[in-house]
C-alpha cells in the first residue's frame, strides 16, 4: 500500500500545519512593528516665536532633521505663488518647514544665504527658498511633515487644516 | 494499554518533582500570614457619630491637620514644595482631599490619636531612640478628645469623593507613591516625571528626586523599593497581606501599616498589578492562548487520524 | 562535468543537482525503525522541536534585548514584557521552553538507562547526547544571567566562584572567568556571546555527532532484541510491512511522532499561557543588587540535584563530589559491566540500582530547593551518599548480573 504516503489524512494535516505556520508569522510580523514608545515619541513640538527672520534652524523630528526659516517680509513678497503655497503661515508671519533630507537620495542639502536656497552637496541638487527642487537629480520638492498650528507653536506629526490644505493643493512634495 | 501506564510513570515522576520544588519548597521558604480583611482589629473601634462642622474648624485649627497637610478640594495649599517637606518631615505631608475615601475610619481615628501606633511603627519612635514621629499625636481641643476626632474624620470623609469613584492611581498615589518609586509607571516619589524638553530640565528634576530620596533615605533606614516589578516578584498573598500588616510578614520594618480601606487596598493592588503586567497584555495573553489551544487540538487530533491511517499497514 | 539531463519537474530538477531522492529515502523512506517502541521514543523529536522554539523565540528576544549592566532588566521587564508587540510570548516560550527541554532532557535520558540503550554500538549515542546535555546546562546557565535579576547576579557569583577550586584558591581563575573582580559588565557582556553564540554551535554541532552516532546501531527496541535490520528491511520492501520487525522512518513512524508532539505541544503551550511562574522565578524579578543577597538562592530545578551534591559537604569535599556527579553519567556505558540489552525490570539488581537511582535523583532535587536547615540537611547528604555509592557499586551489581 504505497499510497499511505500521500494519504487523505496526511494531506489534511499537511495543510493544519500550513495554517498554524502562517498563523505564527502574525505575532513575528507584530514584533518588528515600531514600538508603541517609539510612535508615542514620534511627535515634536517648536516655538515658532523663538524663531530668528532669516536664520535657518534646525529640529528633530522622528529622527530626521527639519529645515525651520522664518521668512522677511522682502522674501515673501518675491516669491511666486508656487513658493508661497508652500509656506506655513502662522500669526501672519511664513515659515519654510521641510524634511532637511534631499528627495534624491536622502542627504541634507545646505542652506545657502546668497543663493536664497539649498544645496545638496551629494550629488549637485538645488532647491529654492521654499524647498523646491530647481536643479536635478531631485526629482521633487523637500517634503512637508505632517504638522498642526497651536497658537504660536507647531506641533510635527501631527496633522492639522493647514496640512490638509496644502495636501488638497498637491504642494506637500 | 502499556504506553498508558509508561505515560502514568512518566507524569508520576514528573508531578512529584514539580510539587517537591514548587508549591512544597516555597511554602516553606515563604511563610504567609493569613488576610484579615484590612478590619484592623487590634485598633479600637469608635462608636461615635462624628460632626463635620465642628470637624471642619477642628482641622483647620492652629496647630491641627493644615499646619502641614494641603487639602486641595477645601482649597488649602502645601506650605512648602515637596523637597523642603520632605528634608523637615523625612517625607511630604500627604494631601488630605481623599484620605477620607481611601482610609479605614478606624485606621484614620487611631492615627489621629497616635500617629506611631496605628502606623505600627512604635519600634522606631521608642523614647530611647530619641525619635518622634514627624506626625505629632492629637492632643485635644479640650473636650471629649474621641469625639473630638471623630468630628474631625467625619469632616475628611464629607470632603472626600465617593470612594467608589477613586481611581487604583489615586489610590496608589496617596497610600504607597511618596515613598516608592515605579519606575514601569514614570512615577517618582515626587510625581509622574513630566516629560521635559530640554535636557537639563530633566537632569534638575531627577537631581531634586535624588535629593528627595535622600531625605527619604534619612527618615526610613534605606530607600524604599521602587515597586515596578514587585506585584510578580513577591506575588498577591504576599502583597496584600503586606501592605495590611507589614510588621506581620517582615518584623521590625520601618514601612508602615497604611491603613487602606478594603476597597481602596485593592484598587492599589491593582495598579501594581499593572505596573508588572498590564491588563491588556494579561487579556491579550488569555485571548491568544485560546486560539492556540484550539489550533493544537485539531492538529493532535488530524494527527491521530494520520498516524492511524499509516499504520493500518503496519499491524 | 556529469551528464545533465532535461528534468520533467522541479523535484527532479533538484534531484539532479542535490540528489534530494537518495537523501529522502537514506534519512527518512528507508532509515529502519523497530517497530517494537513506545511514545517514549519520539522525544528526540520533542527535544529537537523545543529547540527549534528556543532559537525562534530567542531570535525575537535578542531584538529587543540589551546586554547592559544599566538597561538589561529594564529591556527584558519592561521593554520586551511590556511595550514590544508580543513580546511576552516569546519570553514566556523562551523560558517554559528552557525549562521543558530539560524535564524531556532527564525522560530521555532516564528512557535510555531503563532500556540499555547506550550498550553494544551506541556507545556514543549516549556520550554524545550527555556532550548534549552539558551545552544546553551551559546555555540555561548563561542564559539565566542575562535579565540581570537578583538570581541571575548571585548566581553568577556563586557559581564562578567553584572555579577557585575549593583550598587551593585559584581565585585569579574566578576574575579571568568574570573578567572584574565580580560579576559586571564583562562578565555579562561574555555570557551573552555564550548565549547567543558560542553554545548555540555546539548544540547544533553536538546534535549532528548524537544523529551521526545512532546511525549504524539503529535505535533500540522495547526489549533490548537484535534486530537483522538489512533482513526486516527487504520484507517491508517486498511489500510484507505486516511481517517485518521495522517500519520506515518516514512516514510511519513520523506518524506517531507528530502525534505525540502535537499532545506534547498542548501541554508545553498551556504552561506557556496560564502556568509560567515556575519558569520564571520571582527573586530574579528583583534587579540585581551587589550588596544584598536574597534570602534564598536556589538554581533552576533542573540543576538541583547536582547542586544538592555540593552542598551538604564541606568545601573540599563537596566540591570533589560535584566533580564526580558532572562527569560519572558520562561513563555509564563503561560502568555496565553487563552484556543484557533488555528493560531494567528485567535485569534483576538492576532494576533496583534504576529506581533507587531515580528516586534519589529526585530526592536531591527537592533537598536542593528546600533551606539547609534541620531535617533537610540530613536528607539531603544521605541522598548525596547513595548517589555515590550507587555509582561506585554500579560496575560490581552488573558484573554479577545473569546472562539473558
Redo the contacts between chains.
Keep these: 500500500m504505497e499510497n499511505s504516503r500521500r494519504g487523505f489524512m496526511g494531506k489534511v494535516l499537511g495543510v493544519v500545519a500550513g495554517v498554524g505556520a502562517i498563523g505564527a508569522l502574525y505575532p513575528m510580523k507584530r514584533t518588528w512593528d515600531p514600538l508603541p514608545s517609539v510612535k508615542a515619541a514620534g511627535f515634536t513640538t517648536v516655538d515658532l516665536s523663538e524663531l530668528e527672520e532669516g536664520v535657518l534652524a534646525i529640529e528633530k523630528w522622528r529622527g530626521k532633521p527639519i529645515f525651520m526659516l522664518k521668512k522677511s517680509a522682502a522674501t515673501v513678497s518675491a516669491q511666486t505663488a508656487e513658493q508661497t503655497a508652500r509656506d506655513v503661515v502662522v500669526d501672519g508671519q511664513h515659515y519654510l518647514i521641510a524634511i532637511a533630507l534631499c528627495t534624491h537620495l536622502g542627504c541634507i542639502p545646505a542652506f545657502s544665504e546668497a543663493k536664497k536656497g539649498f544645496l545638496c552637496a551629494c550629488h549637485g541638487g538645488e532647491f529654492d527658498i521654499s524647498g523646491i527642487d530647481t536643479k536635478a537629480p531631485p526629482p521633487s520638492p523637500l517634503e512637508i511633515p505632517p504638522f498642526k498650528i497651536a497658537g504660536s507653536t507647531v506641533v510635527l506629526g501631527e496633522t492639522g487644516p493647514e496640512y490638509e490644505k496644502m495636501k488638497e493643493a498637491g504642494v506637500l512634495a | 494499554m502499556k504506553e498508558l501506564k509508561i505515560l502514568a510513570v512518566v507524569v508520576f515522576f514528573s508531578l512529584a518533582v514539580y510539587i517537591l520544588v514548587e508549591p512544597i519548597a516555597h511554602g516553606v521558604m515563604h511563610k504567609t500570614i493569613d488576610k484579615q480583611g484590612f478590619a484592623y482589629k487590634d485598633l479600637p473601634d469608635v462608636n461615635k457619630k462624628g460632626d463635620a462642622t465642628r470637624g471642619k474648624d477642628l482641622v483647620m485649627g492652629a496647630g491641627a491637620c493644615t499646619g502641614c497637610h494641603s487639602i486641595e478640594v477645601a482649597g488649602i495649599a502645601p506650605t512648602m514644595d515637596a523637597l523642603t517637606a520632605s528634608s523637615s518631615y523625612g517625607v511630604v505631608p500627604p494631601d488630605l482631599s481623599i484620605a477620607g475615601a481611601i482610609y479605614d475610619e478606624r485606621f484614620l481615628h487611631a492615627l489621629i490619636k497616635n500617629p506611631a501606633k496605628a502606623l505600627d511603627v512604635e519600634h522606631k519612635f521608642t523614647p530611647d531612640s530619641g525619635k518622634m514621629h514627624p506626625m505629632s499625636s492629637f492632643g485635644g481641643a479640650g473636650g471629649d478628645i474621641d469625639q473630638e476626632i471623630a468630628d474631625m474624620v467625619a469632616y475628611l470623609k464629607s470632603i472626600a469623593p465617593d470612594s467608589a469613584s477613586v481611581t487604583p492611581t489615586q489610590a496608589f498615589e496617596n497610600a504607597c507613591g511618596r515613598c516608592h518609586e515605579v519606575r514601569y509607571t514614570n512615577w517618582t516619589q515626587m510625581g509622574e516625571k513630566p516629560k521635559f524638553k530640554k535636557e537639563r530640565d530633566s537632569l534638575i528634576y531627577d537631581a531634586n528626586v535624588l535629593d528627595y530620596q535622600d531625605n527619604l533615605k534619612k527618615y526610613m533606614g534605606k530607600l524604599p523599593p521602587d515597586l515596578s516589578m514587585k506585584y510578580g516578584a513577591r506575588g498577591e498573598q504576599f502583597m496584600s497581606t503586606f501592605v495590611e500588616n507589614p510588621q506581620g510578614l517582615l518584623h521590625g520594618t520601618s514601612m508602615p501599616r497604611v491603613g487602606l480601606n478594603a476597597e481602596s487596598a485593592e484598587k492599589t493592588l491593582q495598579y501594581l498589578h499593572d505596573s508588572y503586567e498590564p491588563q491588556a497584555m494579561r487579556e491579550e495573553r488569555d485571548r491568544t492562548g485560546l486560539w492556540v489551544m484550539g489550533f493544537l487540538l485539531i492538529l493532535a487530533s488530524v494527527a491521530y487520524l494520520w498516524k492511524r491511517e499509516v499504520w493500518k499497514d503496519l499491524h | 562535468m556529469a551528464n545533465f539531463a532535461k528534468a520533467n519537474s522541479v523535484e527532479e530538477w533538484l534531484d539532479q543537482r542535490l540528489a534530494i531522492r537518495t537523501i529522502r529515502r537514506v534519512m527518512s523512506?528507508e532509515y529502519w525503525i523497530p517497530?517494537n517502541v513506545?511514545?517514549?521514543w519520539a522525544m528526540g523529536m520533542i527535544l529537537m522541536v523545543t529547540f527549534k522554539l528556543l532559537l525562534v523565540s530567542g531570535i525575537?528576544l535578542l531584538?529587543y534585548y540589551q546586554p547592559n549592566v544599566d538597561t538589561a532588566f529594564?529591556s527584558v521587564?519592561?521593554?520586551i514584557?511590556?511595550?514590544?508587540?508580543?513580546?511576552?510570548?516569546?519570553r514566556h516560550v523562551h523560558a517554559v521552553g528552557a525549562s521543558v527541554v530539560f524535564?524531556i532532557i532527564y525522560?530521555h535520558m532516564f528512557t535510555g538507562i531503563y532500556y540499555g540503550s547506550y550498550k553494544k554500538g551506541r556507545e556514543l549515542i549516549w556520550i554524545s547526547g550527555m556532550i548534549l546535555f552539558i551545552t544546553f546546562s551551559g546555555l540555561a546557565f548563561s542564559g539565566y544571567m542575562l535579565p540581570w535579576g537578583q538570581m541571575s547576579y548571585w548566581a553568577g557569583m556563586v557559581i564562578t566562584n567553584l572555579f577557585s577550586a575549593g583550598s587551593l584558591e585559584l581565585h585569579g581563575i574566578v576574575e579571568w572567568v568574570r573578567g572584574d573582580y565580580v560579576p559586571g559588565q564583562a562578565f555579562l557582556d561574555r555570557f551573552f556571546m555564550q548565549h547567543v553564540l558560542l553554545l548555540p554551535l555546539g548544540v547544533l554541532g553536538a546534535i549532528g555527532l548524537h544523529f551521526a552516532a545512532l546511525r549504524l546501531p539503529h535505535v533500540n527496541n522495547q526489549d533490548g532484541e537484535e534486530i537483522n535490520f538489512e533482513e526486516e528491511a527487504a520484507k517491508y520492501k517486498a511489500g510484507k510491512?505486516?511481517e517485518s520487525k521495522v517500519?520506515a522512518f518516514?512516514?510511519?513512524f513520523l506518524?506517531?511522532d507528530?502525534?505525540v508532539?502535537?499532545?506534547f505541544?498542548?501541554f508545553f503551550?498551556?504552561l506557556?499561557?496560564?502556568h509560567y511562574g515556575?519558569a520564571?522565578d520571582?527573586?530574579n524579578?528583583?534587579?540585581a543588587d551587589g550588596l544584598k543577597t536574597p534570602?534564598?538562592i536556589y538554581p533552576e530545578?533542573y540543576f538541583?540535584w547536582s547542586y544538592e551534591i555540593l552542598r551538604p559537604f564541606p568545601k573540599d569535599p563537596g566540591l570533589i563530589a560535584f566533580a564526580f556527579s558532572q562527569v560519572i553519567l558520562l561513563l555509564l556505558p563503561f560502568l555496565d559491566r553487563s552484556p543484557n540489552v533488555a528493560p531494567a525490570n528485567r535485569r534483576g539488581p538492576f532494576a533496583i540500582w534504576f529506581w533507587v537511582f531515580?528516586v534519589d535523583m529526585?530526592v536531591l532535587?527537592?533537598m536542593g530547593?528546600?533551606?539547609p536547615e534541620g531535617i533537610f540537611n540530613t536528607i539531603g547528604l544521605v541522598a548525596a551518599i547513595v548517589f555515590i555509592l550507587l555509582w561506585v557499586a554500579l560496575p560490581f551489581i552488573t558484573k554479577l548480573e545473569k546472562r539473558l
Excluded: E, R
Design positions: 523512506t517497530k513506545n511514545f517514549l525575537f531584538m529594564d521587564n519592561y521593554t514584557m511590556q511595550d514590544v508587540a508580543y513580546g511576552w510570548l516569546w524535564l525522560i510491512k505486516k517500519m518516514g512516514n510511519d506518524s506517531k507528530i502525534f508532539l502535537s499532545v505541544l498542548i503551550f498551556y506557556v499561557f496560564w515556575f520564571l520571582p527573586v524579578l528583583d534587579p534570602a534564598h530545578w538541583l531515580l529526585i532535587t527537592a530547593k528546600l533551606p
